[in-house]
């Protein structure tokens, strides 16, 4: 089981009579500097800004910084393309490339090659994808990971973190794997996804690892259509104001994805039934 820094943080005891702070910290695993650590306010204006580029992404995937900017300047921000780039770099997206790109990768993290190229899907547990997502808060933004697959759209887990540091990933990911286990798992080239923590657990279970070209949002089409559905049909209509109000709000989405929400490319069945039928 994967327990977050958050949690960690939680157990945590300043007053306790025999153990130290440092002593604490490193029978949990966890970086001292962690424990002092206190967030940042985010800027008002730029977190504004990201809920505009955020929209904006979902509408036109294809925009990258130079267009981005320009759609933030006839909207009356005075933005420069610098602090734009920085904006996506932060929310993890890019604009939809056609062409190839040289692969980067944080060092030390193996990158797979996309193993979905006219690949015939048809059953469950085949394939799953995972991604992770922003959403937004009054005063700042938590991350959504979740993990969806792929013939049937059905969310098979799910996780929140108020940072990407790659545990909440793994969270989600072990809760996953005690359902089923996929042939292949596919995700894009992010540092949760290529750490080793992460692909171990893969590997251990006997799961090929596949990873989309950079750039490629279409090579994990599924999971994007499904940020546009959580976004445009749940948290863009409910102002949650805290990180309990936010899991609460996307535990009864999920359910409702899942259980009620009828698909048109599904025969207008639901994702648990086509699942389950499965």
């Not at 267009?67 to 610098?82: D, E, H, I, P, S």
């Not at 993990?147 to 059905?154: A, E, L, Q, V």
């Not at 969270?171 to 996953?176: G, S």
């Not at 279409?218 to 445009?232: A, G, L, P, T």
């Amino acid at each position: 089981m994967t327990v977050s820094v958050e949690d960690k943080r939680s157990l945590l005891e300043p007053d306790h009579p025999e153990l130290s702070i440092r002593r604490q910290c490193a029978l949990l695993g966890l970086n001292r500097a962690s424990y002092y650590y206190q967030a940042q306010p985010i800027d008002p204006l730029n977190l504004d800004l990201l809920r505009r580029i955020d929209q904006q992404y979902l509408e036109t995937p294809f925009y990258g910084v130079p267009r981005m900017t320009a759609v933030l300047r006839a909207q009356g921000y005075a933005v420069n393309r610098k602090r734009v780039r920085r904006l996506m770099r932060q929310l993890g997206i890019q604009a939809v490339m056609l062409r190839k790109r040289p692969a980067t990768s944080t060092p030390g993290h193996r990158i797979y090659p996309y193993l979905l190229r006219d690949q015939v899907i048809d059953g469950p547990n085949q394939v799953w994808c995972a991604d992770i997502t922003y959403v937004p808060l009054p005063l700042g933004f938590v991350y959504l990971v979740a993990i969806m697959d792929w013939w049937s759209r059905f969310i098979i887990a799910w996780e929140i973190s108020t940072s990407l540091e790659g545990s909440f990933c793994c969270a989600a990911l072990d809760r996953a794997l005690v359902r089923g286990t996929p042939t292949i798992f596919n995700t894009d080239q992010g540092s949760q996804f290529t750490a080793q923590a992460f692909t171990s657990r893969l590997e251990t279970a006997g799961v090929q690892i596949s990873m989309d070209g950079r750039g490629r949002v279409f090579d994990n089409i599924f999971i994007e259509r499904f940020w546009r559905s959580v976004k445009y049909e749940h948290l863009y209509l409910h102002d949650y104001q805290s990180v309990p109000a936010v899991v609460a709000g996307v535990r009864d989405y999920m359910h409702f994805y899942n259980t009620q929400r009828l698909h048109q490319s599904l025969a207008y069945r639901t994702p648990a039934a086509v699942y389950a039928a499965g």
